[in-house]
């Protein structure tokens, strides 16, 4: 594990302080790891979304820097109202259809 040295302002400690006091938390060290980890998670999820949504990456890849499975990342993709299917691959789509019918 590698150290990290930060400085926060006062505003932000007294939150921590906070937060920690009401949930009871002790290890300020271990509280603040899972903090970053998870505001780094999301916004990871947040960049992936933006880049599948323009087209620039597809769900297999976003998943898998993710490190989540397929149906997760489409989870993530719904929460933040990313839309992966368009009105072309449903025109695709339909088209496939008829030939197959």
């Known amino acids: 594990m590698s ?3 930060v400085r926060i302002d ?3 400690e007294e939150k921590l302080k906070f937060l920690m006091e009401k949930q ?3 290890d300020k060290s271990a509280y603040i790891r899972k903090l970053l980890s998870e505001s780094i998670k999301d916004e990871l999820l947040d960049f992936l979304s933006r880049e599948i949504e323009s087209k620039n990456l597809s769900i297999w890849k976003a998943a898998e820097l993710a490190q989540m499975s397929l149906r997760g990342i489409m989870q993530e993709l ?3 109202d990313v839309k ?3 009105e072309k691959a449903l025109q695709e789509d339909l088209i496939f259809a008829e030939k197959e019918g």
């Open 3 to 5: 150290v990290l040295s």
């Open 10 to 12: 006062k505003e932000l």
């Open 24 to 26: 009871k938390i002790v």
């Open 78 to 80: 719904a929460k933040r």
């Open 84 to 86: 992966i299917y368009d």
